[in-house]
């Protein structure tokens, strides 16, 4: 249906839009779809089980048993401190790689070493179901087109090798050695061995299938004690190659060691590098203990100095300074026992002296005698001071002559040790790269030693739970299991293909199908008749002569008064069967073009797409217009297809295009069928192309208009097709009315939808769209519960209404 254009509306253009519906699941739709299509799901299904069921009955029995190992097997601490056994949970990589190893072609091997199957006949040959046999035939022969191709692919794709004649022959001999029995029994036991985890533990179950239960307990044992004893060779194997590796190793890194120590020596002679015990060389040392003598020596320098500022300061005034001093004068540091005396005479004397000044004033007896006294006192310290402040001088300049001493001393020390120092660097770095070495050679050997150690160590971390027991039952076929399986399998199968149909079902069905989809009106269903004998041809008789017609409900119909066309013996089937579904429909087109209430009694009869039930339907709905007083006009306007004329027999009879074309007037070609008020224009013999542009315009009017005045109350027109010719479309717009009929299951829905959703004028002028050759059994399976389709009759009731008619 075509979408309706509205005009824009500015203030309407950013309001929001209305939210679109939820999209829901049609629960009807859905039943109805799996109720039409429920053969295509159970057929399969039913096959595909009968097969597996087939196959699983016709296979022979198997019996299942199985070993179990644990990978991480609890061993005491001190046994894994000798052996170096990891004690840590073991990974699921660590699981799959247990896995490959017992799925490997070296364990197979191994297996038939141990048991010898390859020479065991139950073994190599095992029994064999013919239906399995035959399929994998079938199978093999169906693909074999697949695999040569294939083949021929990998050969063309695949660059030649250069083989060295040398090389061929040596892998001749080697497959030459290898038995195809052998290598036959090992892809059977790869094939068969199962390897599973054990909940979530570190332990795995090695299952083994076999239609023989002591070949399945046999081969399930062997390969847990192979793996146990692979696990303990491969330990040993690859210790004893790091072992020899690191002998190897342990020389060159001695060899290594001992050269790099020999070169530090050398080094060291050669440059007069001469080291203390503690690693210094002998001018570093020196030159340490100048540094440590200078800094001495400047710390007396600067204590004589402090020394003789002191006596300085005491002497810079002279005897009348310190007898005029008001304080008590003191004198840091080491002194002599007569200075300390002298200095506690003078202090004292001059502590009376100002007591007495402060209490008594200066006025009292006592103060001349103790200025007196002061005064000597002052003049025998300052002869002691000026004595201390010589031997301070003589004492600084002593340490003065120490400091530049030693200052030159490590000047020339500093001169020789950096002159060594470049080479100092050297050979610390030669004997750091020998203490390197060491230490790499002797970490090296006490590795070696602990993995000699454990090469020799019997005890792995992998051990072997349970035995396999030899199984008293079968494990399979298991028929249910897989005859179920089967059955899931088709169906899914069969439901994939039923989805697909459905998928690609875009045909007109139902009327919803053409409502929904156009604004065409739906006028109904058109289900196949049944077959009409058609009586024997007579040639035209005279109007005297002629017998009036019929009906099936003994009616007599007029006889045409001025029209005396030749008459041929072809059955009108809706006429035969007026109570059905076909003729109702056909009058429902008869209602429908009388409600337009058009003068003009011309309907057309076309279809979306060539289809020769077009014609059929034109010929039927003429017929079903010509009961009781009327006459109806039937012209075949398809010049391409002349569907109408080849179906009547009137292919070779002049018609439309020749009187067209100017053959002969248009009354003079036409053709009646018996015991009917029905006339025939044929389509003619003219194949001319301008009879196409001619019959769209002023002829089909023309023969209208004469139509009415020769007493023909109806006339229709078979219309050609709208697609894929112009023919038709041109033809449609010169008529007043017109039904399409649609192909039941063949017309696309799109097409209904397009065919005139760009022509309005055609759209206004057609009465509307009827479902031609339907078949009413299947329609009802497109129906939805409660439709009024479903209460159309089905094709028993053509049947029981034609036995009623013939007395049968």
């Not at 001493?405 to 004997?431: G, H, I, K, M, T």
């Not at 454990?454 to 079968?474: D, E």
């Not at 065409?520 to 058609?534: C, M, Q, Y």
């Not at 039904?739 to 397009?754: K, Y």
């Amino acid at each position: 249906m075509g979408r309706e254009l509205k005009p824009y509306d500015g203030n309407m253009a950013y309001i929001e839009a209305p939210a679109a519906p939820a999209q829901t699941i049609d629960l009807r739709r859905l039943m109805v779809a799996l109720r039409r299509q429920r053969t295509t799901i159970v057929l399969p299904a039913v096959l595909v089980g009968m097969l597996g069921l087939t196959y699983s009955i016709a296979k022979p029995e198997t019996y299942t048993t199985y070993s179990s190992l644990l990978l991480d097997s609890n061993v005491n601490r001190s046994v894994q401190q000798a052996g170096g056994i990891a004690s840590a949970a073991l990974p699921v990589e660590r699981i799959e790689n247990a896995r490959v190893v017992l799925e490997s072609n070296k364990l197979a091997d191994d297996v038939l070493n141990l048991t010898g199957l390859q020479e065991n006949p139950s073994f190599m040959d095992p029994p064999r179901s013919a239906f399995t046999s035959a399929i994998g035939g079938f199978l093999s022969t169906v693909f074999w087109p697949v695999t040569w191709i294939r083949d021929q692919l990998v050969a063309l794709t695949t660059p030649a090798d250069v083989i060295n004649p040398d090389d061929l022959m040596a892998s001749d001999a080697t497959m030459a050695q290898v038995d195809p029995a052998r290598r036959l029994a090992a892809a059977r036991l790869r094939g068969e061995i199962r390897v599973d985890r054990i909940g979530q533990s570190s332990a795995v179950a090695v299952s083994y299938s076999s239609h023989d239960p002591e070949i399945a307990a046999q081969v399930a044992n062997a390969y847990a004690d192979l793996y146990v004893q692979d696990i303990l060779a491969s330990n040993a194997d690859s210790i004893g190659q790091t072992n020899a590796w690191m002998r190897t190793r342990l020389e060159e890194l001695q060899a290594q060691a001992q050269a790099a120590a020999g070169a530090a020596e050398r080094f060291a002679a050669e440059n007069s590098l001469v080291e203390f015990s503690s690693g210094g060389l002998l001018t570093e040392q020196a030159l340490n203990e100048l540094n440590s003598s200078l800094t001495e020596v400047l710390t007396e320098a600067a204590r004589a100095r402090a020394v003789l500022d002191t006596y300085d300061r005491a002497v810079a005034g002279g005897v009348e300074g310190l007898t005029n001093s008001n304080s008590s004068l003191a004198i840091g540091g080491e002194v002599s026992d007569e200075l300390r005396a002298r200095l506690d005479s003078y202090n004292d004397v001059q502590a009376r002296l100002q007591r007495l000044l402060a209490s008594s004033g200066p006025e009292h007896p006592q103060v001349p005698g103790l200025q007196q006294t002061l005064i000597s006192t002052a003049e025998r310290l300052f002869i002691e001071l000026q004595a201390q402040r010589a031997e301070a001088q003589s004492t600084l300049d002593v340490a003065n002559a120490r400091v530049e001493a030693l200052q030159e001393s490590v000047q020339q020390a500093s001169a020789r040790n950096s002159d060594q120092a470049a080479n100092f660097v050297r050979l610390r770095a030669l004997q750091e790269e020998a203490a390197t070495l060491s230490a790499i050679y002797q970490q090296t050997l006490t590795r070696s030693q602990e993995i000699e150690q454990q090469q020799s160590f019997p005890v792995s971390n992998v051990r072997i739970l349970s035995y396999a027991q030899v199984p008293t039952t079968p494990s399979g076929p298991a028929v249910l299991r897989t005859a179920l399986a089967a059955t899931l399998l088709g169906m899914f199968l069969g439901m994939t293909i039923a989805a697909l149909r459905e998928w690609r079902e875009r045909s007109l069905r139902t009327s919803t199908d053409l409502t929904e989809y156009s604004s065409l009106r739906f006028l109904g269903h058109l289900p196949v008749l049944p077959a009409v004998r058609r009586p024997r041809a007579v040639g035209a008789t005279p109007a005297a002569t002629r017998t009036p017609p019929i009906t099936a409900s003994g009616q007599t119909l007029p006889v045409l008064s001025r029209l005396r066309p030749p008459v041929i013996q072809v059955p009108v089937p809706v006429l035969h069967y007026p109570d059905s579904v076909y003729a109702e429909t056909l009058r429902h087109v008869r209602l429908a073009g009388e409600a337009t209430g058009r003068a003009l009694p011309v309907t057309g009869v076309t279809s979306f797409h060539p289809f020769d039930g077009r014609s059929s339907v034109a010929f039927n709905l003429a017929g079903q217009l010509g009961i009781g007083m009327h006459s109806v006009l039937l012209i075949d306007a398809d010049s391409r297809g002349r569907t109408l004329s080849r179906m009547l027999g009137l292919d070779r009879k002049p018609g439309l295009t020749d009187a067209v074309s100017g053959g002969g007037n248009w009354q003079d070609m036409l053709v009646g069928i018996a015991n009917t008020n029905l006339v025939v224009l044929p389509c003619g013999l003219d194949q001319g192309g301008p009879s196409d542009d001619l019959l769209t315009g002023q002829m089909l009017g023309q023969i209208a208009a004469e139509a009415r005045d020769g007493d023909f109350s109806r006339v229709i027109v078979d219309v050609p097709p709208l697609y894929p010719v112009a023919q038709g479309r041109a033809i449609l717009h010169e008529l007043a009315q017109f039904v399409i009929v649609a192909e039941w299951g063949r017309t696309s829905r799109a097409m209904a939808e397009t065919a005139l959703a760009e022509d309005s004028l055609l759209e206004s002028r057609c009465l509307g769209v009827v479902y031609d050759r339907v078949n009413l059994r299947k329609l009802k399976s497109f129906l939805l519960p409660g439709e009024m389709e479903n209460y159309l009759a089905g094709p028993k009731s053509y049947m029981s209404l034609k036995r009623r008619m013939t007395g049968r």
